[in-house]
């Protein structure tokens, strides 16, 4: 089984300040872990995953993540933020092997001010 | 290419009535996954097909929610007997390969379900 936490539903940047987006996840198998980005009245979009081998993660639009499993820990950053990254962020898990469900987090909305 | 696309986008329904919601995978995609966006709880899974068939259906929250997919394209989720609590955001999401969630899910923008 797995689980992922999101901590903070609701995080504030100014512009151009580091955005940093956490997630814990549990996995009792080797996790796979995925960051979406949902703007209003959209679905989501796959930002970055990691799967298997280098633990920094480049994704979309600038964000990245890093994979530390002794930390179980794969947090969303971005250098410098912009307007247009205010949206709701999911952070999602899932088991690696065949088909296994994924699992996402409670999603985090970032507001970017001016 | 086209991505994938969902009906209605809105529904407004009376508690008790049954409602159906469609996806529209992106062409070629032959798995295809439900989920429900509630406020404040996040994605939840309900139901995944690989072509029509359904191996996980672990995630449909009671008999009243059904789903079908024909021809490996179009998925309908049924709600029967619709209750408040149904009320969310229906998303629907397809992906290239069988093997499920080793690929990229792409989804649709939803349909948004209130029920009065």
């Known amino acids: 089984a797995q689980s992922v936490t999101q901590l903070g539903s609701h995080v504030s940047v100014s512009e151009g300040a580091l955005v940093l987006l956490r997630c814990n996840y549990s996995?009792?198998?080797?996790?796979?872990l995925f960051w979406y980005v949902q703007y209003p009245n959209q679905g989501l979009q796959l930002l970055l995953k990691?799967?298997?081998?280098?633990?920094l993660v480049k994704g979309i639009n600038g964000f990245e993540a890093e994979f530390k499993k002794s930390e179980t820990s794969f947090h969303l950053t971005k250098p410098s933020a912009h307007m247009s990254d205010a949206a709701e962020y999911f952070c999602?898990?899932?088991?690696?092997?065949?088909?296994?469900?994924?699992?996402f987090g409670i999603g985090t909305k970032l507001q970017v001010i001016p | 290419g086209a991505g994938v696309s969902q009906s209605p986008s809105n529904k407004v329904t009376e508690k008790g009535k049954d409602v159906e919601l469609r996806c529209d995978p992106i062409?070629?995609?032959?798995?295809l996954y439900w989920y429900r966006q509630s406020l404040g709880q996040g994605l939840e899974f309900l139901i995944y097909?690989?072509?029509?068939?359904?191996?996980?259906k672990s995630g449909l929250p009671s008999d009243r929610f059904s789903a079908e997919r024909t021809g490996g394209s179009v998925s309908t989720l049924t709600i029967q007997r619709t209750q408040q609590e149904d009320s969310a955001v229906y998303l629907c999401?397809?992906?290239?390969?069988?093997?499920?969630?080793?690929?990229?899910?792409?989804f649709g923008p939803g349909t948004r379900l209130l029920v009065l």
């Open positions: 999401a397809s992906s290239l390969e069988w093997r499920g969630v080793r690929e990229t899910q792409y």
């Open positions: 996995s009792s198998v080797p996790p796979y």
């Open positions: 990691y799967t298997t081998g280098a633990t």
């Open positions: 999602a898990v899932s088991g690696s092997g065949g088909y296994q469900k994924v699992t």
């Open positions: 062409s070629g995609h032959t798995a």
């Open positions: 097909f690989q072509g029509n068939s359904a191996p996980d």
